[in-house]
């Protein structure tokens, strides 16, 4: 298999029973043994994890064509790779920039080439008139294939550095941030005005609702209520909203109102009013909340990305030693949430649950609420057991 220039690989969503669903083209075509896959893959799995199993995918196909192999005549005729072949593969698949990939990462590209090999030769096994025999060895050297793959990206994966944490914030961390990027910083990064106000805002937003990055992204501006009680609503997007931006931003849940401060509401709708329109371009109306400065559109999910690593090489942020992620901010927010719930005096447990689980955007029963407020029960916690310590002491030493 031989291309005078290298393959453009690239990963689209299209419209599928009213959901936007992803699919792995070569130079603008699907690839159509991905596209079988997804198609029974979706049925069971998210868009999201759909999209990143593709993106493993195309690691793959790009390593075979610079090895001049052809990835579907290989995996369609039961020969499959060599073993130096599969040694190669583990090693490309267990990398990311030029280092070493996190041992989660390399994890989860085994998890998808081995569902991928092995759909591959199940599709064609079932599509192919083969002897029985001939099925079984087809089967063996499946099976022999994946294990041999496994073993390698483990030994990979075993070598990997730790994964940086998206840690959450401490009070004064958010202080120290919030001074740093405000509009009237000498500190801050970013040289436009109306830069500074929309990412300020931003991140205002994203710390009081802890808010998914891609809910953030894709408010509208008629989902806020800035009266006297103000809201903000969070929907699950519609598909044309989802086709706005290439990046394809998605939820995981269905939407909720979430109360807000009248000190965000006035942050809110100061950039409103006066500040967003100056993202517009000319013949080109949008009702997004937040706006590229490049083009005008809906900003892009991960430009957030982009604006935390900026700031994070301010001096005052770099120096505190976090990373600054948006499920930092999301674990940030829910952490405060669950402080002042308790310093209310909310003592069901079951009432602090469905409130945190609403606010957070997940399902009732959901374990994510205690990994998101994980901060707040360890000090919950710590001070019950410092309690009963006292407790113990003065009993001790009357």
Aim: glycine content about 4%; overall charge positive; charged content about 30%.
């Amino acid at each position: 298999m031989h291309h005078s220039h290298p393959s453009s690989y690239e990963i689209r969503r299209f419209v599928r029973d009213n959901e936007m669903c992803p699919y792995l083209l070569r130079d603008g075509v699907p690839l159509v043994l991905t596209t079988l896959w997804v198609e029974e893959l979706r049925i069971s799995s998210r868009p999201n994890t759909l999209e990143s199993y593709l993106r493993d995918i195309a690691i793959v196909y790009r390593w075979a064509e610079s090895e001049s192999v052809d990835l579907d005549k290989r995996l369609g005729n039961f020969k499959g790779f060599s073993t130096p072949e599969l040694t190669s593969i583990a090693r490309k698949l267990c990398t990311a920039k030029d280092k070493a990939a996190s041992r989660s990462t390399c994890l989860r590209r085994l998890e998808a080439v081995r569902n991928y090999i092995k759909f591959v030769y199940d599709y064609t096994i079932e599509n192919s008139q083969i002897s029985l025999l001939e099925q079984m060895q087809a089967e063996k050297n499946r099976d022999s294939q994946i294990k041999k793959l496994a073993k390698r990206m483990v030994r990979h994966s075993n070598l990997s550095p730790e994964p940086g944490c998206s840690t959450e914030l401490t009070a004064s961390q958010v202080d120290v941030l919030l001074a740093t990027i405000s509009p009237a910083s000498p500190s801050n990064c970013f040289k436009n005005e109306k830069i500074k106000i929309r990412n300020f805002v931003l991140i205002l937003l994203a710390l009081e609702t802890f808010a998914r990055r891609s809910e953030l992204v894709l408010l509208e501006t008629t989902d806020l209520n800035l009266g006297l009680e103000p809201t903000v609503t969070f929907k699950k997007p519609t598909t044309a909203n989802q086709l706005k931006r290439r990046d394809g931003a998605s939820m995981k849940t269905l939407g909720r109102e979430i109360p807000i401060s009248s000190e965000l509401a006035k942050a809110l709708r100061f950039y409103i009013d006066q500040v967003r329109d100056e993202f517009l371009v000319p013949k080109r109306p949008t009702t997004a909340l937040f706006l590229s400065a490049r083009d005008g559109r809906r900003l892009a999910a991960m430009t957030f990305n982009h604006i935390l690593k900026k700031i994070s090489q301010i001096p005052e942020v770099e120096q505190m030693g976090v990373r600054l992620h948006p499920h930092g901010l999301r674990s940030t927010g829910a952490t405060d949430i669950r402080r002042k719930i308790d310093e209310k005096g909310i003592s069901s447990g079951i009432e602090v649950e469905e409130v945190l689980s609403y606010l957070g955007g997940w399902v009732q029963g959901s374990p994510m609420v205690r990994r998101y407020t994980k901060a707040a029960l360890s000090e919950k916690l710590g001070a019950i057991v410092r309690s009963k310590k006292n407790l113990l002491v003065r009993a001790t030493l009357r």
